[in-house]
């Protein structure tokens, strides 16, 4: 075949001339018809999920993000509380609906946990969302009734080796943080004991109170709540360094290395979420975790304000995942 010189420049002259530009791949013309829709994004009220009655951590966070973000985009957000089922049906709710940036999400840390311990989970906690950025981070506080004898975390690890007595402990149902921490606690400390799930943290506190169970891993908000009433005693906090809030108490990794539980709360999207609307998305949900008004927020509810790229936080789900399902397998933790 004989090759004329040039002819590689004119070819894309004569292929216009004639009408024979070969189309865009789809996912070019996706991308170039999101970017147009993001000039213009939102054009109708927005709703963003949340796997929770009203009320709780997860509700309080999509409600200062919904007014956040209505101001912003000069659009109403909505928040759609579908709570039971662990968080469950929230998330279903969000898989079947259209990655077009008007269904937003609040993960937590309950919905890696749930790949774990949920039988037939019918989605993948992350392969089947768009990760967009986390928004806090928080342990929970070792916490034992005042009349225990241990009155520090070290105390409480000597206390749970040599004690001859059952040892059981409580938290606010089963798969909750409270509980796989536990777990947690029982695989590396050693230890044999017996879970105790009530109905919330609420009911969890009361019989704590009452001396009904030995310790417990409660959330920092309500758990704090009860120390500075003299009602239970903090001995530890599970997150990776000690609370601004509460510097005389140590982590428990502190007395048990390596051991570390963090809870989490992120925004999420349907799978598929085209590239311009998931930046401009993430620029804006970051950019109010970022502010001092959402850190002190934070700070005043026991938690840290954190953001990452849509892949950090994709990587620390799969991360999240691997490390519940290693503790539900050993454990034997069921639904």
């Known amino acids: 075949m004989r090759i ?11 292929l216009v001339a004639l009408g024979l530009v070969l189309p865009m791949a789809p996912a070019q013309a996706a991308d170039k018809a999101a970017s147009k829709r993001v000039d213009n994004y ?8 949340t796997p929770a009655a009203p009320g709780g951590t997860t509700d309080f966070l999509a409600r200062l993000l919904a007014a956040q973000l ?36 609040i993960p937590y840390h309950q919905h890696t946990v749930n790949a774990a311990i949920i039988p037939k989970l019918p989605y993948h906690p992350v392969n089947d969302f768009t990760p967009i950025t986390q928004m806090t981070s928080a342990g929970l506080l070792l916490v034992v009734n005042p009349s225990h004898p241990a009155k520090t ?46 109905k919330g943290t609420g009911p969890a506190s009361i019989a704590l109170i009452s001396g009904e169970y030995h310790f417990n891993f409660m959330g920092l908000t309500g758990a704090f709540g009860q120390v500075r009433a003299g009602k239970l005693r903090g001995l530890a906090v599970t997150g990776p360094k000690r609370l ?8 428990m990794n502190e ?36 502010s001092p008004e959402f850190a002190k927020v934070a700070d005043n509810n026991g938690s840290e304000a954190v953001t990452n790229s849509p892949e950090e936080f994709r990587v620390f789900m799969l991360e999240d995942m691997k490390k519940w399902a290693d503790v539900v397998k050993r454990s034997g933790a069921k639904f």
């Open 255 to 290: 007395v048990m290395p390596g051991f570390e539980v963090v809870g989490w709360y992120g925004v999420a999207a349907p799978a598929k979420l085209p590239k311009p609307l998931l930046s401009k998305i993430h620029t804006d949900i970051a950019t109010y975790v970022k």
């Open 153 to 198: 975390a070290k105390d409480f690890v000597q206390w749970s080796k040599a004690t001859k007595d059952p040892i059981n402990f409580g938290s606010a149902g089963i798969g909750s943080g409270g509980h796989l921490a536990g777990e947690l606690y029982k695989l590396m400390a050693g230890v044999q004991g017996q879970h105790i799930p009530y």
């Open 70 to 105: 209505t101001k912003v985009w000069n659009q109403q957000v909505i928040v759609d509380n579908r709570g039971s089922a662990s968080g469950v049906n929230g998330a279903e709710i969000t898989k079947d609906s259209l990655p077009d940036g008007y269904t937003l999400f």
């Open 4 to 14: 004329i010189a040039g002819c590689h420049k004119t070819l894309p002259l004569l």
């Open 42 to 49: 939102p054009t109708r009220p927005v709703r963003i999920i």
């Open 244 to 251: 601004a809030t509460a510097p005389d108490i140590p982590t």
